[in-house]
């Protein structure tokens, strides 16, 4: 059963849109949502994390929105720019004992020059 | 300091073959983790360990063993190859941030072994 749902696939946008990445969980015990980028040939690296305390996280171009009522958490990347052409993950953690992170299915993003 | 290194970074192997990856990590975490990527499914965990001389099975352990005998490398071994663990193979270590009652954590992710089996 997957715990956390992320779309779309697949995102195309021109340079300097914004590109939005959503996901939904359904385990309400979650309390850390951190996003990962990847690029090709890479392995994922730790882009943008937030807790449910807010409802949204910003640093950079980055943002992350929080809708702790309808568990629902979003990735905005204003002025996008093809170096951000990569694969975004969403993910979640539910703390205590629990040392796992349960990622979503990735999202290729490509921004066109 | 490299981080969370992997080797080797590309293997072919027959079906049938047994063969070992190996992680390690040289940033004194305690958690480690192997996970599989394949095209669509996302980063599925195959095992993992919270600590030297412990393992647990992940999502998807069936056809992997792990050991953890040393706190910085964790091995991920493929007793009999089968074409469906081809993939590509990512290893990533953390450690966890207390921040009141809550806790965060960062996954540090190696980059990667790819491989293929006939």
């Known amino acids: 059963q997957q715990q956390v749902k992320q779309s779309p696939q697949s995102l195309i946008v021109q340079k300097g849109g914004i590109s939005i990445i959503n996901c939904a969980y359904e385990?309400?015990?979650?309390?850390?949502f951190p996003w990962y980028q990847q690029f090709p040939g890479k392995g994922p690296a730790l882009l943008i994390a937030?807790?449910?305390?807010?409802s949204e996280k910003k640093e950079g171009r980055f943002t992350i929105s929080f809708n702790k009522s309808a568990k629902q958490f979003s990735l905005h990347i204003m002025d996008s720019q093809p170096g951000d052409s990569a694969t975004y993950f969403c993910a979640a953690n539910s703390g205590g004992s629990n040392y796992k992170l349960t990622f979503g299915k990735g999202t290729l993003l490509t921004v066109n020059p | 300091n490299a981080g969370v290194t992997q080797t080797p970074k590309f293997r072919v192997l027959k079906t049938g073959q047994s063969m070992t990856l190996l992680c390690a990590q040289d940033?004194?975490?305690?958690?480690m983790y192997w996970y599989r990527q394949d095209p669509g499914m996302g980063l599925r965990l195959i095992h993992y360990s919270v600590g030297e001389g412990t393992t647990a099975k992940g999502e998807v352990p069936d056809g992997y063993n792990v050991s953890r005998l040393k706190k910085q490398n964790f091995l991920l071994g493929l007793e009999s190859a089968a074409p469906s663990q081809t993939s590509v193979y990512f290893c990533a270590s953390s450690y966890v941030a207390q921040r009141g009652a809550s806790s965060s954590y960062e996954q540090y992710f190696g980059p990667g072994t790819r491989l293929t089996v006939t």
């Open positions: 385990n309400t015990a979650f309390d850390y």
């Open positions: 940033m004194n975490h305690e958690y």
């Open positions: 937030i807790r449910p305390d807010v």
